[in-house]
């Protein structure tokens, strides 16, 4: 654990948040879907979807609410400017995660501007959110492995630095 980490204040809030920022996880799902994500700090993450539908998608800097619920289990939760919320669920010691995403319609309908590092490409994205529809939303709730974890220090860059499709071969099918 790095100094920084050590630093973390608890708070009758959030729990003890020092057990899972700086985490680094690849986890798949029970339906192939396979995400990434860093927790670079007690309030920011970052997200590259691996597999699935959503494929292409990443996130930098992304504000989140981080919760400590118990020792090891943590909940995080974040809107993107899609308007889709996630909030997933993470056990770190058993290794399992449970999310439940929130997608407005016109993210299933017409999702291309978002199949991106989002930020970059946020004007196409109000633009697609604002013609809509918003509503109605569709709830995905879907069970996973975590099957990569490591530590990294806080707000480092380098983690997620690159869209999906230029990452090394074989690199979401890392294990430790």
């Known amino acids: 654990m790095s100094a920084q980490q050590s630093a973390i204040t608890v708070s009758a809030l959030t729990g003890d948040l ?12 029970d339906n192939g879907w396979k995400f990434e994500l860093y927790v670079r700090g007690p309030q920011r993450i970052e997200s590259r979807c691996l597999m ?4 292409g998608r990443w996130s ?22 899609t308007g889709t919320t996630t909030v997933i669920i993470i056990w770190l010691g058993d290794r399992r995660v449970h999310t439940t995403i929130s997608y407005p319609q016109w993210m299933l309908d017409y999702p291309e ?9 946020l004007e ?26 490591e530590s990294r220090d806080l707000d480092d860059d380098t983690v997620i630095n690159c869209p999906p499709d230029k990452l090394p071969p074989g690199y979401a099918a890392r294990t430790n």
């Open 18 to 29: 020092s057990g899972i920022v700086g985490k680094h996880l690849i986890y798949a799902y």
């Open 60 to 81: 930098k800097n992304q504000a989140a609410k981080l919760v400590q619920l118990n020792d090891d289990l943590y909940k995080i939760a974040w809107v993107e400017p």
């Open 124 to 149: 196409a994205v109000i633009a697609d959110r604002e013609k809509g529809p918003t509503y109605p939303l569709t709830l995905v709730a879907s069970s996973g492995r975590i099957t990569f974890l």
């Open 52 to 55: 699935g539908p959503m494929f």
């Open 113 to 121: 501007s978002t199949l991106t590092r989002y930020e970059d490409n």
